[in-house]
């Protein structure tokens, strides 16, 4: 494997539901998604399930941060993804994005420092999977936590709420 940057393109929601795999896969420490609202891309496989448990038990320091304009459809189709909320809330997060963030609509993630995933819509499958391209996560990263700061918290690992 090259240690250089490298670039998938991917042409459609196939493809890019395989680059969420890989990239969740890939994640050693820290997985950082924002999407619209995480409907029909895969997180409630069994794949992502176990690839993002794997991440979450990897140790005290990991970190899964999902950010979404709208949470309800994590709430109500991906009851995995609540399962690792109920067992993980001490290191996994689901934040929604105030509505001044709704004009951004390129979804993205990035896992660890270096691997990302980036669609250039949510309405266009198309989009690159990027391997080994820190600066391109760096910037990633960056937005990412700029959008978070001006989120909230918004799923709840437990059935009240509370």
């Not at 979804?107 to 999977?129: C, K, M, N």
Request: proline share 5%.
């Amino acid at each position: 494997m090259s240690d250089g940057p490298q670039h998938t393109q991917l042409d459609g929601m196939a493809e890019y539901i395989a680059a969420l795999d890989t990239l969740c896969g890939m994640a050693q420490h820290s997985l950082f998604i924002f999407e619209k609202n995480f409907e029909g891309i895969g997180f409630n496989s069994e794949t992502r399930y176990g690839s993002l448990r794997r991440l979450l038990l990897s140790g005290p320091s990991s970190r899964l941060h999902l950010l979404a304009h709208d949470t309800r459809p994590i709430a109500q189709h991906c009851p995995r993804l609540m399962m690792l909320l109920r067992q993980f809330g001490h290191n996994m997060h689901i934040y929604q994005t105030p509505m001044h963030l709704l004009h951004l609509t390129e979804p993205f993630a990035v896992a660890d420092e270096s691997h990302y995933v980036r669609r250039f819509h949510f309405d266009d499958p198309r989009g690159i999977l990027a391997q080994n391209d820190a600066e391109g996560a760096r910037t990633l990263k960056s937005l990412f936590a700029e959008m978070w700061a001006s989120s909230r918290p918004s799923v709840s690992a437990s059935t009240t709420g509370l």
